[in-house]
């Protein structure tokens, strides 16, 4: 039946990730060492694959030129799950680098079976994050504290 031919079509095609934009059309041997550890972990890279950044927009910004080297990799059911990605234009006193941002709707994400895996406590996640100037001193911190080491 050509009904059950398309929709078998249409889930195996919805699992290929769409083709990835990239500015940088120079790829070191870190970037190539990237591309194939995501291909061999089956995961995604979000950069270049929205409407938000569909031309793979630069990340860095140097005296000698731009190119992208933050990215956000994740594994195919985040990728499916990511509602939003963009790299936002680079601010000339903070950084070299530009902001990325990406919206991912994790109630869908999170599959664990909860027998097996302690679940982290997500409800205490805020639902959005603002980097500031005592950003830096708070997630040292929390990297230290007894909640992360155990884990």
Not at 37 to 54: A, P, Q, V, Y
Not at 76 to 94: G, R
Not at 116 to 129: C, D, I, M, R, V
């Amino acid at each position: 039946d050509d009904g059950n031919n398309f929709i078998n079509d249409t889930s195996e095609n919805c699992l290929q990730p769409q083709n990835r934009e990239n500015f940088d059309s120079n790829r070191n041997n870190h970037g190539k060492q990237i591309i194939n550890i995501c291909k061999n972990t089956d995961m995604r890279i979000l950069n270049g694959r929205t409407k938000e950044d569909s031309l793979g927009r630069p990340t860095f910004h140097g005296r000698k030129g731009t190119s992208v080297v933050d990215y956000i990799i994740c594994d195919q059911n985040t990728f499916q799950n990511a509602k939003y990605f963009a790299v936002k234009p680079p601010s000339t006193y903070l950084s070299d680098h530009s902001k990325i941002i990406a919206w991912i709707d994790i109630q869908k994400t999170i599959n664990i079976d909860k027998n097996n895996y302690p679940q982290p406590p997500l409800h205490k996640l805020p639902l959005q994050f603002k980097w500031s100037q005592n950003s830096n001193t708070s997630f040292r911190q929390t990297l230290k504290s007894p909640e992360i080491q155990q884990n």
